[in-house]
């Protein structure tokens, strides 16, 4: 029986796997990386390192004429120089469970409970997703309702749009995406946590997947105390996902929290195989990773979708930062999210001025992109005069049109950032009524 096992397991799987296994050596540990000789490797591909009884898993980010570089899945607590190394002539794949619905599921595509070990077809998910030919994309062309009156009338979302959301720490961002992820209908909806507390995870889980009898949505996870690779992993575990529901025609939600940290972990990487951070700061190897995420998103000819919401942390709320400053290049939108509006208790806390939807005008009918410009224009008027009257010189009732500039900004405050799904009659009366005085 043992040998009939092993004659079976020795056959098993030859197409895709050497008759000759390749080895090497650890030579070098620094940090989170791993040096190693090695006997014709690849980028990308998996390798093993055995460490007595332990194995550890990584994969090669870079090769030189005697080495490789080694990016583990864990910390390489124990490792050490002459540990044997397996070049496994494989490239990074994940489970692909058959129910991931309200699990939570890590870069390696388990379940962290261990509730399914289901799989369908053979059992992987590949990691490496091809770019999206052109011709099969499809326009984006209808609204995606969030039930955020700001949003909805002012900087709309559509179904297959890249949405970035830029924010500061203790703004409000992981409530909005919370409320978007609650309020957007979609068939499948999947939260990338990338670098997240993994209290965050918990509280999520446990606030939104409804004991786990929710049925359109799991999570990919990759905490702040795991490896950078981990990390890179836990998002195109997510982006697999996204693209294997969107080739069956349904409309999937991809929320990514955060980006700036998947950032982060490929800089790690990056930098680690000998790239110069020459982009202020970060190899320009970060940039373009960041656009492959992206453009995986958009509206399909096949019928199916991917809707993303991406969040960008600000650093220091310093809106131009490198990545802030790429994303919001690459990205279909972006709500900006305002310190001073959150101190106010304004929620959510966008600043209308300083964000964009790039597809309202194909979203919106004509009277709904008039209300919104005209919205606009009363923002863009009373921004002119804030400083006057924030800082005491301006005489209530000096300035009729000053007044009426207040009078209709303080009314939309009250409507666009409170609940409901819509503006009142009145509201939008006023709106139209100041915008023919003042011959918006």
């Not at 540990?83 to 870069?107: C, H, M, R, W």
Request: proline share 3%; charged share 25%; glycine share 8%.
């Amino acid at each position: 029986m043992r040998s009939e096992f092993l004659v079976e397991k020795t056959f098993t799987g030859l197409s895709s796997y050497r008759l000759t296994r390749r080895y090497g050596k650890v030579t070098q540990v620094h940090g989170y990386f791993i040096e190693a000789t090695y006997i014709d490797s690849k980028v990308g591909e998996v390798a093993k390192i055995f460490n007595n009884d332990k194995e550890l898993e990584c994969e090669v980010v870079s090769i030189s004429e005697e080495s490789a570089l080694l990016a583990p899945l864990e910390m390489p607590i124990g490792v050490g120089v002459g540990n044997k190394v397996i070049y496994t002539d494989a490239f990074a794949e994940a489970n692909l469970l058959q129910d991931p619905f309200s699990k939570i599921i890590n870069g390696l595509g388990q379940d962290v409970a261990q509730q399914s070990h289901s799989v369908i077809g053979s059992g992987t998910l590949s990691l490496h997703v091809e770019p999206v030919p052109v011709s099969w994309r499809a326009s984006v062309n209808t609204m995606t309702p969030t039930s955020i009156k700001l949003i909805d009338y002012l900087l709309p979302l559509g179904r297959g749009q890249k949405m970035g959301v830029f924010s500061g720490s203790g703004v409000g961002k992981s409530t909005l995406l919370n409320k978007l992820q609650k309020e957007i209908q979609a068939d499948v909806k999947i939260i990338a946590m990338i670098g997240e507390r993994s209290r965050e995870v918990v509280e999520f889980y446990e606030a939104y997947m409804d004991a786990g009898n929710n049925r359109d949505t799991f999570i990919v996870a990759s905490t702040s105390d795991e490896s950078p690779m981990m990390k890179c992993r836990a998002l195109k575990v997510a982006l697999s996902y996204s693209k294997v529901f969107c080739d069956q025609g349904k409309q999937v939600l991809l929320i990514v929290d955060s980006m700036t940290r998947f950032a982060h972990a490929l800089r790690e990487v990056a930098i680690s195989r000998g790239e110069l951070p020459i982009a202020r700061g970060y190899p320009t190897s970060v940039f373009n990773e960041l656009s492959k995420v992206v453009e995986m998103c958009g509206n399909f000819q096949s019928g199916g979708s991917i809707t993303g919401l991406m969040s960008i942390l600000v650093d220091g709320d310093d809106e131009h930062d490198p990545i802030s400053d790429y994303m919001r290049g690459i990205l279909d939108g972006h709500l900006l999210l305002d310190r001073r509006l959150s101190d106010r208790g304004l929620y959510p806390a966008i600043d209308i001025l300083k964000s964009r939807s790039r597809v309202s005008d194909r979203v919106l009918n004509d009277k709904d992109q008039e209300i919104a410009r005209k919205i606009k224009h009363i923002y863009s008027r009373y921004a002119d005069v804030e400083d006057v009257i924030k800082t005491g010189i301006y005489v209530p009732g000096s300035n009729p049109d000053i007044d009426s500039t207040i009078k209709v900004k303080t009314l939309l405050d009250s409507e666009l950032y409170s609940s409901g799904k819509t503006l009142s009659t009145a509201t939008i009366h006023e709106v139209l009524q100041y915008t023919k005085n003042h011959q918006a």
